[in-house]
């Protein structure tokens, strides 16, 4: 009893001490668990939800890469296969053949016979076609056989390079651009997300889904231009520059690897510096006339909306022609890096293809036995056809949106090297199996893998207004 009373003394003594010191230990408590704890578990969550905010941009993102990557497979034989047709290099090479087989007219005309090694020079089942279609005035082939064999060499050169080089151009800007207007959708688009989950009301949350549905696929349509007018123009260009560059080369020419890729590169480095506006205003419809001329086109019942400054679509191309203009932004370097890649590609796959030609060429005893090893050969020189032979092989490449195929060349002869290559180009150059699901391309896939590409992308798409 004297601990009990003791303790109610003490409790007497000290009442005001003990309430004040009560009541400051569960001040306390409740601040640290109301700023201090709640505080702690408030930034967790909100870590947390960042991290699964930045997790779907990245999947976002990744998944928008891919898109493009696959909208450029569907789209390369509708772009590529224009440009085939427009350089006749096929016909061309057709005439060429013919005139290789062509006997010095007789004053007597005798049966045709066959030679004693089993062929006919003049009269076999393919030139007997290729005839009749030369008889025919409405032919393409007969503006080509009224022109001499010097002269079909040289459009042959002139058209295989110019075919190349434009192929390069068209793949580059369309799948620049693509990427472009991918991006800047697709960040819109996950803005706009955003904002909804947010519970904030955003200005677009009045346009009709399907309206804005229809406004963003003709946005994406504006490639028309590229795809129908833009690579016409940009190709009229690169041959003008390829007639001056390679004037006095003949196919017969013996030039090295490196020389061939330095002329390419300075038709490149001509293109780039001096007609950079033309470039880019062909890449998209950067001037109004044009644009006009490809909503038309595309989808005219939108006509009225590039009249009016605060449409979605008249915004769309605002954002993607201040981006394409902008210097700051780099995008005509991309475009150009782009180019230059596709170009490097092409002369390493030439290097290969000629040094297996001339390893071929060593083994059946054509070449010396002294020949150089295949290590030394792209130091070797080679004649300008052996060039045009293996361009007509990389332009099927260049066309094919499926995985394409190890071909090997063992030709001896140039025109016949040339008509075996193209050969495999024949309806321009696309895979006849439609069953096929899409591959890639081995120019489409490196262009797609560089990290500066995905840079520029990333910096599209994060650009959150």
Known sequence: MAIFSSLAGFFQRNKRRIFITSAVTLSVYLIVNEFVIKKFRNYQNALRQELMFKQQIKQRFIQTQQDCYYTILALLPVLAGPIIDASPVELIT?????????????????????????????????????????????????????????????????????????????????????????????????????????????????????????????????????????????????????????????????????????????????????????????????????????????????????????????????????IMLDNNLYFFDLFNSLVMTDLHILTTNLSTSLANTSNSLVMSGTLPEKSPKITEIPIRTFKLASFLAQLSVQNGIMANNNEPRDEEENDEDDIENILNNLNNMQGGGMSSNSSDELAGNAYINTLHKLDELDDFSAGIYSNFE
Do not use: C
């Open 94 to 322: 057709q005439a060429l053949k013919l005139k290789k087989g062509q006997q010095p007219p007789q004053n007597v005309p005798a049966p045709a016979q066959a030679a004693p090694n089993g062929h006919n020079s003049e009269l076999t089942a393919d030139n007997l076609n290729l005839l009749d279609n030369n008889n025919n005035p409405e032919s393409k082939l007969s503006f080509y056989m009224n022109k001499s064999k010097v002269e079909l060499w040289d459009l042959l050169k002139i058209k295989t390079i110019t075919r190349t080089l434009t192929l390069m151009y068209a793949t580059s800007g369309l799948l620049l651009v693509t990427r472009l207007q991918l991006n800047i959708l697709a960040r819109r688009s996950y803005l706009e997300s955003a904002i909804l989950m947010a519970g904030v009301k955003h200005p677009n949350n009045d346009i009709d889904p399907h309206e804005n549905y229809i406004i963003e696929q003709s946005y994406l349509s504006l490639s028309w231009w590229l795809l129908n007018k833009g690579w016409v123009n940009i190709s009229s260009l690169i041959e003008a520059i390829v007639v001056n560059k390679f004037e006095k080369i003949t196919p017969k020419t013996e030039i090295g690897l490196v020389e061939f890729e330095v002329i390419l590169s300075d038709i490149i480095g001509e293109i780039n510096t001096n007609n950079k506006e033309l470039i880019l205003a062909n890449l998209f419809p950067i001037n109004y006339p044009d644009l006009l001329e490809t909503v038309l086109n595309t989808n005219p019942d939108l006509i009225h909306h590039l009249d009016i400054p605060d449409s979605n679509l008249t915004k769309l191309i605002n954002e993607t022609n201040s």
